[in-house]
């Protein structure tokens, strides 16, 4: 399974963008899928993650109320509809899928084997 992730660009701080991540394959439709980020010296960090029915989505405590994960399994596509971005959102933010994540655990960036190739988000004015 690949992943592709797109959408990344710079906004103004306040301004809005909508990540996509599409899976090769068929398969992803069943798993768990995630974002997570990695801004400018720092770890990388869980944003969001979605289950499989999208019945189970949890977000980090910075991105709670402005971002929003969904997805589209018919076209095996992923997105994080992203708003009022902060230059603290600023960062490469990454996809990442897996067939066994433990749901509590779904925040655990360990739990998922596969991931996207990141796109760049930039908050800026």
């Known amino acids: 399974v690949q992943l592709q992730a797109s959408g990344g660009g710079l906004v103004q701080p306040g301004g809005s963008l909508r990540l996509s991540c599409a899976a090769s394959e068929r398969t992803p439709s069943r798993w768990v899928m995630g974002w997570f980020r990695q801004g400018p010296g720092k770890e990388r960090e869980f944003v969001a993650a979605?289950?499989?029915?999208?019945?189970?989505?949890r977000y980090a405590d910075s991105v709670k109320g402005r971002f929003t994960i969904s997805r589209d399994n018919a076209k095996n596509t992923m997105f994080l509809q992203m708003s009022s971005l902060k230059p603290e959102d600023t960062a490469v933010y990454y996809c990442a899928a897996d067939r066994n994540v433990i749901l509590t655990q779904i925040r655990n960036e360990h739990e998922y084997d596969y991931w996207g190739q990141g796109t760049q988000v930039t908050v800026s004015s």
């Open positions: 979605i289950d499989r029915s999208s019945l189970v989505v």
